[in-house]
């Protein structure tokens, strides 16, 4: 079995960047809640180190959010409606009840460093 090189490894996570397309924010049953495109002024995507890091901040005046509602998960897709979630995260949930609230969700996918 033959192993890729380093290069390889960050040429995977500059294409998961450049190349995945919606996040979904779920609650803790796995029920949608919004499911944001990557052009989405409220997404934004960064390499730091071995992980991809997708960031959300959501508020409870967007208008796609109709508070109150518990925010547990984020999942990828490659599909604006239904299809299966490439990744799935899970954090602390957090229930957002009114128009002030905000909401940051980081998603974080790693590929990691060839060890040598």
Known sequence: MAEITAEAYADLRNYIKSNWQYIELQDDQSNKIVRLSNSDS???????????????VVKGSDSDITAPVNFAKSAIYNVATDGSPFSVESFTPFTMQSESDELTVVHTIQIPKKVV
Do not use: M, P
């Open 42 to 56: 409220r997404v934004t995507s960064t390499i730091e180190g071995d992980n991809v890091k997708i960031t959300v």
